[in-house]
């Protein structure tokens, strides 16, 4: 009992300790509070579905962050991942008869093959070469889905599959606790030795490798894991949407995932994360002129990062939150003093 | 057949050249991937279907009309967008996908997103070795290289094209040297466009106008500047005939080749980017840090 008392004491000053200090902190831990008791709000299905596609592709651009944000690998074919996740999981599922719960992730491994594949030529570029080059790779893969309709349904796509599970509710709470999961994991990696060399390696390769780590590894493990995380989200599309077409393979889904990711601030796991929950129930709020949507939505583009060209989310972080210029430890921007130092914060 | 895969070719080769130098002309002095580049080809297209469809004029004047309006275009969308943001590159990549999608959507809000043609600027065709050749495929064809020796004529011959050479080499030094390195930059987003423009202007009788037209157009460039070498003008001159001929090849010889052309095309691009990482006739830099 008394051990019981303990932790559950511990658990609350850590709370006020290290998450009531920080707003960004309370805003996140609210945030995932909210998205947990939102069906006790509502159970409008339409809400709720575009809430789960949203809570998908959040961990699309997560994955994105993991690869492109911290290793400075630009993707500019990020769908790949995700389409050889999605038909991946369909194809298993339809011809195996895999439930779900298995073929999402063998889905995700199929995808990891395929950043081990494109990876290996990928790394002899850099920069832009590597950007323009990775951009033919969904496509390729789209000529050849479409090139043999018997197995990839064409432009059909596969359809079919099993529901993730029959209720609304339980789909939504699945998705959200897969993506507040995998979310921590990946923000966990860069939050590691692993990340940190990933951060390294986009700032100065040069200087990585003359420190005696084995760069090409590391951007190889780099493609593997954003492969992977990317591919849970493609399987997951799958199952939900109960379809794995061509339009997941879409050079306007790589695009798509760049501007998420770009909008929320990279380097970050949670910037992509946030933006997928801003712009897209934006988007789909643009439904209502739905001949403007597109047009309104590229033009709150151009105009955020006009103003905040490092992504919305850090720079409202740096709005409310500054650094101590002695400790580097974060603090809110109205104290005087840094809570952990007590240096003066000006 | 064979002959009509070397006049596909031929023609596709010289509009993803035209695209492609455009592309690293842009990317080389002002260091932007510009997504957007093809959108404004795609806008060219649609200037002078509309003033040939609307207004009723001679696709010529459509075209005297469209290049101009889209290097405008060009130039002004540079100046309120991107240039304030050009520090950042992640957001310059975004905006430039966002003024594509802007740019679509515009054109699909006025026209629809109806398949429409232009008429060609010379009706008939002539026949070599029991070929038809449509006069409008020899203009298009004709007009691509001319565009490209002026090209090379201002790049290697003018104080313009010293400028935009040297701050493509090195951007401080150029600086340093005097060149004020943002307007070079401005000149040299209005050469892209305009070539970009000029490139609507001239394929345009060829294809068909519609808004998506641009996606296409935008992979193969990219393919063709990665196989050529980032910056390499002849590269990309050479590398752009190549992928046409294969596009054309693929079509024409493979059953369902036309679902395949853009996969063969790229993939070889990286079974040469495999073999020479810096592209066929690109150069390796000393790495940026």
Redesign the interface.
């Known amino acids: 009992m008394d051990l019981i008392r303990y932790y559950i004491r511990k658990f609350f000053k850590l709370i006020k300790t290290e998450v009531f200090v920080l707003p960004s902190r309370m805003i996140v831990l609210l945030f995932f509070l909210m998205l947990l008791a939102l069906p006790l709000i509502t159970d409008d299905p339409y809400s709720l579905r575009i809430l789960i596609l949203t809570s998908i592709f959040a961990i699309f651009a997560a994955s994105w962050d993991l690869l492109s944000g911290f290793t400075g690998q630009m993707n500019f074919g990020h769908a790949l991942f995700f389409g050889v996740g999605a038909y991946g999981a369909a194809l298993l599922n339809l011809h195996f008869h895999i439930p779900p719960w298995a073929s999402i992730p063998l889905g995700a491994l199929a995808a990891v093959l395929a950043g081990l594949i494109i990876g290996i030529p990928c790394l002899r570029l850099r920069g832009t070469y590597l950007a323009l080059t990775t951009l033919a790779f969904p496509i390729i893969l789209m000529g050849i889905v479409f090139a043999i309709p018997e197995v990839t349904g064409g432009e059909l796509g596969i359809s079919g599959i099993d529901r993730l599970v029959r209720s609304r509710v339980a789909q939504y709470y699945i998705t959200v606790i897969v993506m507040v999961v995998l979310v921590t994991v990946m923000w966990k990696i860069t939050d590691s030795n692993i990340g940190i060399i990933f951060h390294a390696i986009r700032e100065d390769e040069v200087a990585v490798r003359a420190s005696g780590i084995n760069t090409t590894r590391y951007k190889l493990m780099a493609f593997c894991l954003s492969g992977f995380f990317a591919g849970m989200a493609g399987g997951l599309y799958a199952h939900f949407m109960r379809i794995a077409g061509p339009s997941t393979l879409e050079v306007s889904m790589s695009f798509q995932v760049v501007i998420w990711a770009v909008f929320g601030g990279v380097v970050t796991i949670w910037g992509p994360v946030g933006a997928v929950f801003i712009l897209f129930p934006l988007l789909e709020f643009f439904r209502f002129w739905p001949e403007y949507r597109m047009l309104l939505f590229a033009i709150v583009i151009l105009l955020i990062l006009l103003f905040m060209p490092q992504g919305l989310l850090v720079w409202i972080r740096d709005k409310i939150e500054s650094e101590c210029p002695r400790c580097k430890i974060r603090n809110v921007a109205t104290r005087k003093n840094c809570r952990i130092c007590d240096a003066s914060m000006h | 057949m064979f002959a009509d895969i070397i006049i596909t070719s031929l023609i596709n080769g010289s509009t993803y050249a035209l695209l492609a130098i455009g592309f690293s002309l842009i990317?080389g002095v002002a260091r932007i991937?510009n997504?957007a580049h093809t959108a404004f080809y795609m806008v060219a297209a649609f200037c002078i279907f509309f003033v040939t469809h609307h207004w009723g004029f001679h696709p010529i004047v459509g075209m005297l009309i469209a290049v101009p309006l889209v290097t405008l275009l060009g130039m002004v969308t540079y100046g309120i967008?991107i240039a304030?943001?050009r520090?950042?590159e992640?957001?310059v990549?975004?905006?430039t996908?966002?003024?594509a999608?802007?740019l679509?959507?515009?054109m699909?809000?006025i026209f629809t997103g109806n398949y429409r043609s232009v008429p060609p600027l010379v009706q008939g065709y002539f026949t070599i070795i029991g070929v038809k050749v449509f006069y409008q495929q020899l203009i298009t064809f004709v007009a691509a290289l001319v565009i490209l020796g002026a090209l090379r004529l201002l790049l290697m011959k003018t104080r313009l094209g010293l400028a935009i050479r040297s701050t493509a080499q090195d951007r401080e030094v150029a600086n340093l040297m005097g060149m004020n390195e943002s307007r070079v930059a401005l000149y040299t987003v209005g050469i892209s466009i305009a070539l970009a423009g000029f490139t609507g202007a001239v394929i345009v009788p060829l294809t068909i106008v519609e808004p998506f037209m641009w996606?296409h157009p935008?992979?193969m460039m990219?393919?063709v500047?990665?196989l050529g070498g980032?910056g390499s003008i002849k590269g990309s001159f050479v590398a752009a005939y190549i992928l046409g001929f294969a596009e054309a090849a693929v079509v024409f010889l493979i059953p369902?080749g036309a679902?395949?052309?853009?996969?063969?095309a790229?993939?070889i691009?990286?079974l040469v980017?495999?073999i020479r990482?810096?592209?066929l006739f690109g150069i390796v830099f000393e790495?940026?840090?």
């Open positions: 990317f991937v997504i967008f304030p943001i520090e950042h992640a957001a990549l975004i905006g996908i966002a003024l999608m802007a679509q959507e515009v699909l809000l996606l935008l992979i990219m393919a500047v990665v980032l369902m679902f395949l052309k853009g996969s063969v790229l993939s691009m990286i980017l495999l990482p810096e592209g790495e940026e840090r």
